[in-house]
C-alpha cells in the first residue's frame, strides 16, 4: 500500500545519504541503528500483513556495536507478540561472547588478556571493566543455577 508521502530514492542517493550521516560523529552508530531498526519495522510489517496484527508502539532494547552501546527502538504488535529475528541474532551474540569471556576467565586468564583476545576475534579490544561486566552476567546465572541447584 503506498501513500501520498512516500518518498523514492534510487540506491546511489541513499548511499551518499548514508555516507554523508556515517562521517558525522558517532555516524556509523547512527547509520547501524537506523538500519537496524528499519529492518525489525519491515519485519514487523510483513508479520502483522501474515498475522492481521496492528502495530503497537515501540519499547527500547540496549545492543553493542562498533564499540558503542546501541539504543534501539523495537517494533511491536498489539496481538501477536511480534520479536524481531534480528533480536534474536544479537541476544546469541551477547550470550556467545559472555560464554567465551566466562571460559578464557576461567582457564587463568586476566580480564586485559580476555580483552585482548576479543580484539582478535572480534576486531573490538574490550575494556577490563567491560570483561568485568561480561563475567558479572556468568556471576549471576552460577548464582541462579546454585541456587535451583
Same mark, same amino acid.
Do not use: C
Given at each position: 500500500?503506498k501513500?501520498k508521502?512516500s518518498?523514492?530514492f534510487?540506491?546511489?542517493?541513499v548511499t551518499k545519504?548514508?555516507e554523508?550521516?556515517?562521517?558525522?560523529?558517532?555516524g556509523f552508530?547512527?547509520?547501524?541503528?537506523l538500519?537496524?531498526?528499519a529492518?525489525?519495522?519491515?519485519e514487523r510489517k510483513?508479520f502483522n500483513?501474515?498475522?492481521?496484527d496492528?502495530?503497537?508502539?515501540?519499547r527500547?532494547?540496549?545492543a553493542f556495536g562498533?564499540?558503542?552501546? *546501541? @539504543?534501539? $527502538?523495537v517494533p511491536?504488535? =498489539?496481538y501477536h507478540? %511480534?520479536?524481531?529475528?534480528?533480536?534474536?541474532? *544479537? @541476544?546469541? $551474540?551477547e550470550q556467545?561472547a =559472555?560464554?567465551i569471556? %566466562?571460559?578464557?576467565?576461567g582457564?587463568g586468564?586476566t580480564?586485559? $588478556?580476555?580483552?585482548?583476545?576479543?580484539d582478535?576475534?572480534?576486531g573490538k579490544?574490550?575494556?577490563?571493566?567491560?570483561?568485568?561486566?561480561l563475567f558479572?552476567?556468568a556471576?549471576n546465572?552460577?548464582?541462579?543455577?546454585?541456587e535451583?541447584?
Amino acid at each position: 500500500m503506498k501513500t501520498k508521502n512516500s518518498l523514492h530514492f534510487t540506491q546511489e542517493q541513499v548511499t551518499k545519504i548514508l555516507e554523508q550521516v556515517a562521517q558525522e560523529k558517532n555516524g556509523f552508530n547512527k547509520v547501524l541503528t537506523l538500519s537496524l531498526e528499519a529492518l525489525m519495522r519491515a519485519e514487523r510489517k510483513l508479520f502483522n500483513e501474515t498475522n492481521n496484527d496492528v502495530s503497537n508502539g515501540y519499547r527500547w532494547r540496549k545492543a553493542f556495536g562498533m564499540n558503542k552501546q *546501541l @539504543k534501539l $527502538q523495537v517494533p511491536r504488535s =498489539r496481538y501477536h507478540h %511480534f520479536y524481531p529475528v534480528l533480536l534474536t541474532v *544479537l @541476544k546469541e $551474540q551477547e550470550q556467545e561472547a =559472555r560464554e567465551i569471556a %566466562f571460559k578464557l576467565y576461567g582457564s587463568g586468564l586476566t580480564t586485559e $588478556q580476555v580483552g585482548e583476545i576479543f580484539d582478535e576475534i572480534y576486531g573490538k579490544k574490550y575494556s577490563t571493566s567491560q570483561v568485568s561486566r561480561l563475567f558479572e552476567y556468568a556471576r549471576n546465572d552460577v548464582k541462579e543455577w546454585l541456587e535451583v541447584h
